[in-house]
């Protein structure tokens, strides 16, 4: 039985997608956690975050057929949906090397800015008030200086 030999660009796009996936949905957990104030609470709000990871997957049969496509190309650009997307795009027909870059250049930068939200808003609301935050609430957080 022989082992698939597997390009070494492969493996070093596929630990920069893990990692992206890793932080995009760190950072979505961190900024649920930054609006709630129980376990429960947070328990309650996770299912949706649970339901971007699974249609990601779902998005893997029409990608692996045409990852040429722009539907593939606009679903690897998503940073919910990238790294499971791009990493199905690299596998079965690799794109130009500015897609990949795009799609990890966007991924990173909503990381960073989900970071910053989860922080103002766990700042401002947990910190100071340590009640639980409507969304009205946290849009105001959001904005205040």
């Known amino acids: 039985m022989q082992i698939p030999r597997v390009p070494l660009m492969h493996i070093v796009f596929f630990a920069l997608f893990f990692l992206l996936g890793y932080f995009v949905y760190a950072t979505i957990y961190a900024f649920l956690g930054s609006m709630v104030t129980t376990p ?4 309650q709000l996770a299912m949706p975050i649970i ?13 692996s057929q045409s990852p040429d496509s722009s539907f593939a190309f606009w679903v690897s650009m998503t940073p919910f949906f ?6 199905v795009r690299i596998t079965t027909q690799t794109p130009p090397l500015w ?5 990890l250049l966007i991924g ?4 960073l800015l989900l970071m910053w939200i989860a922080s103002r ?3 401002i609301g947990m910190l100071m008030y ?7 609430q ?8």
Request: without cysteine; charged residues 10%.
């Open 121 to 123: 808003i766990y700042r």
């Open 108 to 111: 990173f930068a909503t990381v």
């Open 40 to 43: 429960q609470e947070g328990g």
């Open 138 to 145: 946290v849009l105001r957080w959001v904005r205040q200086p």
């Open 51 to 63: 339901f971007l990871l699974v249609i990601g997957f779902y998005f893997f049969l029409p990608v």
């Open 130 to 136: 340590g009640k639980r935050a409507s969304v009205g």
């Open 99 to 103: 897609q990949i870059g795009l799609s």
């Open 82 to 87: 990238a790294p499971i997307t791009m990493m």
